[in-house]
């Protein structure tokens, strides 16, 4: 099994790098959300992240500003899967709001 561990960059390029330690690869996927019924999710930031057991996927919370079609903006957390082998995201937990207000929001 390769020993691979997950990087967050959120400048210059907002991106989720997978190093694979021993095989000396990396891979980069861009953030990004599956597409939200009335409204469009710009991922700002991914938090804390963990691979499934298997190594196949990696799951992460995301920070998301969430424009609705009348406009309005909203900042959401949402918790993803990437499947790694598919480069494919999907949405495990729906956004939800937080209970502290954040600036990228307003």
């Keep these: 099994a390769s020993w691979r561990c997950p990087l967050a960059v959120s400048s210059p390029e907002s991106s989720i ?48 500003v969430v424009t609705f079609a009348d406009g309005s903006r909203t900042g959401l957390w949402s918790i993803y899967g990437l499947d790694l082998a598919a480069d494919m995201v999907v949405t495990l937990v729906e956004p939800m709001p937080d209970i502290t207000s954040t600036p990228e929001a307003r």
């Design 17 to 64: 790098t997978v190093v694979d330690v021993q095989g000396g690869t990396q891979r980069s996927f861009p953030l990004t959300a599956p597409i939200l019924d009335g409204g469009e999710i710009e991922v700002l930031q991914a938090d804390t992240m963990t691979f499934t057991r298997d190594g196949g996927a990696l799951v992460y919370d995301a920070y998301n």
